[in-house]
T-cell receptor, first 118, second 114 residues
């Protein structure tokens, strides 16, 4: 079974600075997807960024980028120019690329609470 | 992304009663899921809602406690039966749109059981 580990329960960053959230995972599969979701106090789970394991290029979405190290099974999220609206719980998640037999489900890490200091 | 709505957004219920949560999507999706998020915890998958057939439950979750329906491609319900305070959680539905591999989440239902 796949596992996802987020070793930082809490992180804080000054507004406008850069912060990196860590995520490692364990899998025997070679093809899969990795995601970062954000959950603000409103509790809505919002997709931040998505990475396909077969792509070597790191995904980027505006101020959000990932450092995907497949061999190390590491998938960190970098937030540049942090804004107050970035304050939330951030969850890393894994999904197999295989279809059927429950492979489409997401396995989540325990989350990192990010605080933005004005 | 898909527009996903959940009803109710929150509820406070008495022990021993049941609550049905609805999830509606604005377009056809291939898959629908139900997750539970206990206070201060991460998300745990309850089951995959299968259109026109019985849901597929994860280990630790049973149909008698969490019956699920999915009568068509855009709608699903989750019932939390015979509730106890331990069922107090956020319940979220998620969907995978046709042609994608990404799950999008509804706004969640915050359930408190007294």
């Amino acid at each position: 079974a796949q596992t996802v580990t987020q070793s930082q329960p809490e992180m804080s960053v000054q507004e406008a600075e850069t912060v990196t959230l860590s995520c490692t995972y364990d899998t025997s599969e070679s093809d899969y997807y990795l995601f970062w979701y954000k959950q603000p106090p409103s509790r809505q789970m919002i997709l931040v960024i998505r990475q396909e394991a077969y792509k070597q290029q790191n995904a980027t979405e505006n101020r959000f980028s990932v450092n995907f190290q497949k061999a190390a099974k590491s998938f960190s999220l970098k937030i540049s120019d942090s804004q107050l609206g970035d304050a939330a719980m951030y969850f890393c998640a894994y999904r197999s690329a295989m279809r059927g037999f429950g492979n489409e489900k997401l396995t989540f890490g325990t989350g990192t609470r990010l605080t933005i200091i004005p | 992304s898909a527009v996903i709505s959940q009803k109710p957004s929150r509820d406070i219920c008495q022990r021993g009663t049941s609550l049905t949560i609805q999830c509606q999507v604005d377009s056809q999706v291939t898959m629908m899921f139900w997750y539970r998020q206990q206070p201060g915890q991460s998300l745990t998958l309850i089951a995959t809602a299968n259109q026109g057939s019985e849901a597929t439950y994860e280990s630790g979750f049973v149909i008698d406690k969490f019956p699920i329906s999915r009568p068509n491609l855009t709608f699903s319900t989750l019932t939390v039966s015979n509730m106890s305070p331990e069922d107090s959680s956020i319940y979220l539905c998620s969907v995978v749109r046709v042609g994608t591999d990404t799950q999008y989440f509804g706004p969640g239902t915050r359930l408190t059981v007294l």
